[in-house]
T-cell receptor, first 113, second 114 residues
Framework: KAGVTQTPRYLIKTRGQQVTLSCSPI?????VSWYQQTPGQGLQFLFE???????NKGNFPGRFSGRQFSNSRSEMNVSTLELGDSALYLC????????????FGNGTRLTVT | GESVGLHLPTLSVQEGDNSIINCAYS??????FIWYKQESGKGPQFIID?????DKRQGQRVTVLLNKTVKHLSLQIAATQPGDSAVYFC?????????????FGTGTRLTIIP
């Protein structure tokens, strides 16, 4: 079974721009979660989608948004990029029902200059 | 595990020895805990999990111990190998529906000395 796939692997953007990251979950998984990983703050939860609906949300500003499609694939968008948004963005999937761990992709490394 | 950006604790262990990585979690209501391993350039990889109705669970060369009284979690790795060198994170669930919203600890960098 293929794992969680994230594209692109690397991104370089300029302050003020926006960016869209993509995630394809493990086949059959209906929940997709997004995490931000930085050296300063560690791994922090952004949001989680299940059946195209946001179910859980972390403490990030409204510039961070996401969506999930009917095939469970998900996208994350960051608008008006700031230098502090430079991070590794990780997507994880799970069946979405109680039980079982999250399975992570290898992330998208975003650098904001 | 509090998700705060602090200096990453390190642990160096001789190859073949056992290692123990500790983690303090924050929410007494959390009922599911996971250990992840993260190698350079990769995402976190699931190692083992445990529910709050258990105090010990064993996998292949790994054991997780849960002490709910003091909100403490530990990961024991037996007969360590060079491939065990990585950063290890504990995580606790805080989601409303299952295990989708995790709070991660700061992580411990484990180095296996050949």
């Amino acid at each position: 079974k293929a794992g969680v796939t994230q594209t692109p692997r690397y991104l370089i953007k300029t302050r003020g721009q926006q960016v869209t990251l993509s995630c394809s979950p493990i086949s059959g998984h209906r929940s997709v979660s997004w995490y931000q990983q930085t050296p300063g703050q560690g791994l922090q939860f952004l949001f989680e989608y299940f059946s195209e609906t946001q179910r859980n949300k972390g403490n990030f500003p409204g510039r961070f948004s996401g969506r999930q499609f009917s095939n469970s694939r998900s996208e994350m968008n960051v608008s008006t990029l700031e230098l502090g948004d430079s991070a590794l963005y990780l997507c994880a999937s799970s069946p979405g029902t109680i039980g079982g761990p999250l399975h992570f992709g290898n992330g998208t490394r975003l650098t904001v200059t | 595990g509090e998700s705060v950006g602090l200096h990453l604790p390190t642990l160096s262990v001789q190859e073949g020895d056992n290692s123990i990585i500790n983690c303090a979690y924050s929410n007494s209501a959390s009922d599911y805990f996971i250990w992840y391993k993260q190698e350079s350039g990769k995402g976190p990889q699931f190692i083992i999990d445990i529910r709050s109705n258990m105090d010990k669970r064993q996998g292949q060369r790994v054991t997780v111990l849960l002490n709910k009284t003091v909100k403490h979690l530990s990961l024991q790795i037996a007969a360590t190998q060079p491939g065990d060198s990585a950063v290890y994170f504990c995580a606790e669930n805080n989601g409303n529906f299952g295990n989708e919203k995790l709070t991660f600890g700061t992580g411990t960098r484990l180095t296996i000395i050949p």
